[in-house]
């Protein structure tokens, strides 16, 4: 016997990915704002012009309308309200930008976990990305909302054995292991850490928890910029299960441009 169908739900929500499946229908990963990460079957929706219609590529904002089935890995999409359309995000560098900012997310992110958070920061960097260029500012506010919001905050400006702070003018270490801040006295005992500037990790302290429109403004170039660029890799891919692709698309895009 078949479980019973839930009543119809709806959500906002963002389109992460989708791919066709059969002839017409497509199967479509959402991050919605109620009920976290879902993934669903959208029937028809490869020929749809009224349930689906520019509804369903990534990076796209919606309200979908969906029924859920009890046991079912699938729920079924039944139409999306188009809300926010890819627009500028179509464009090369732009969709590489959004395709990074939604891979990290979708990477630390699990089905059915509600992370209302998540969801208004993905919102907001998918908005701002279409207003403005991907700023190293903007990168790494959005990097560190996000490892504070799934439960990682990184705590950068002491060292996370002894807890002395760190100095700007001081050299620096994460632990490429556990992602913790190290001092040069603790790190001395220690195999497998990378160093920084304690003027990168400076740097990056002044960006935490500011608007992402605010954040793209905040100056981060040259050493200090290309040293907390790499220490916020670090941070990130302790806790992501597998390498970004986008990583490799903006590198050939960047590199193609120059």
Not at 13 to 20: D, W
Not at 210 to 224: C, F, N, Q, S, Y
Request: hydrophobic residues 40%.
């Amino acid at each position: 016997m078949l479980a019973p169908v839930n009543p119809s739900q709806n959500s906002l929500a963002i389109v992460l990915r989708s791919r066709v499946y059969g002839e017409s229908d497509k199967i479509v990963t959402l991050l919605s704002q109620d009920f976290g990460k879902m993934t669903g079957i959208a029937k028809g929706a490869k020929n749809s012009r009224r349930r689906f219609a520019n509804c369903l590529d990534p990076f796209t904002g919606v309200r979908v309308h969906f029924r859920s089935r009890a046991n079912a890995s699938l729920a079924f999409l039944e139409f999306c309200d188009l809300l926010e359309p890819v627009g500028p995000l179509s464009q090369p560098l732009k969709f590489a930008y959004a395709n990074y900012l939604t891979e990290l997310v979708d990477q630390l992110t699990c089905e059915g976990q509600v992370v209302g958070e998540l969801f208004e920061l993905l919102w907001e960097g998918l908005v701002e990305l279409k207003r403005g260029p991907a700023t190293g500012g903007f990168l790494r506010t959005f990097e560190l909302r996000l490892l504070k919001h799934a439960g990682y905050d990184p705590q950068l400006g002491h060292c996370q054995r002894c807890q002395e702070s760190i100095a700007v003018d001081a050299t620096a270490f994460v632990d490429a292991v556990e992602g913790r801040v190290l001092c040069a006295g603790c790190q001395v005992s220690r195999s497998g850490t990378l160093s920084f500037t304690g003027a990168a990790v400076a740097a990056l302290e002044e960006l935490k928890d500011r608007p992402l429109a605010e954040g793209r403004t905040r100056p981060l170039r040259g050493e200090i910029g290309n040293r907390a660029t790499e220490l916020l890799g670090h941070l990130l891919a302790v806790h992501l299960p597998r390498p970004l692709r986008s990583t490799e698309l903006i590198s050939s895009l960047s590199r193609s441009s120059v």
